[in-house]
């Protein structure tokens, strides 16, 4: 045991000094770096080092090629009438029409495996009450969230 110069009893631990974080970096696009005084501190002093144009343009590239080929094929596959029940579920419990392009015909069609985005426009002209007939609440409050942000 060893005492303290005002009468306490300490006893030593292992981890009694509290180390700074080390270095670390991110990504190679750019880099996170921390550091810190040799004095244990809360905070810590954060640098970040800017992005390289062509690693930007990579990333957008890749992102928007991406985009490209899921829109491609969700019209693709909207068009199929084997999918018409994923597509079209409460036009056909209704017993409404669905789109004649999804419906079965006879024969081969070259027109349903090419992409269109004719949707796209229409889209954003959908108001909210259409949305809360055709989709129902859960889809509106949804796209509600994604307007505000």
């Not at 631990?13 to 700074?20: A, D, E, L, M, T």
């Not at 409460?90 to 409404?96: D, Y």
Request: proline content about 9%; overall charge positive; charged content about 20%.
């Amino acid at each position: 045991m060893s005492g303290s110069p005002n009468g306490a009893c300490e006893t030593p631990h292992r981890n009694s000094k509290i180390k700074p974080p080390p270095t670390t970096t991110a990504s190679s696009n750019f880099a996170l770096i921390s550091s810190s005084s040799s004095s244990p501190s809360p905070r810590s002093v954060v640098t970040v080092v800017e992005m390289k144009p062509q690693s930007l343009l990579a990333s957008a590239g890749i992102n928007i090629g991406l985009a490209m080929v899921v829109l491609s094929l969700f019209s693709i596959f909207k068009k199929q009438p084997l999918n018409a029940v994923v597509y079209y579920p409460r036009r056909l419990a209704r017993g409404e029409e669905v789109p004649p392009l999804a419906r079965a015909t006879r024969g081969f069609s070259f027109f349903r495996l090419r992409p269109s985005v004719s949707w796209i426009p229409r889209a954003f002209r959908v108001t909210e009450d259409e949305i809360l007939r055709q989709c129902g609440l859960d889809a509106l409050a949804v796209i509600r969230l994604f307007k505000l942000g």
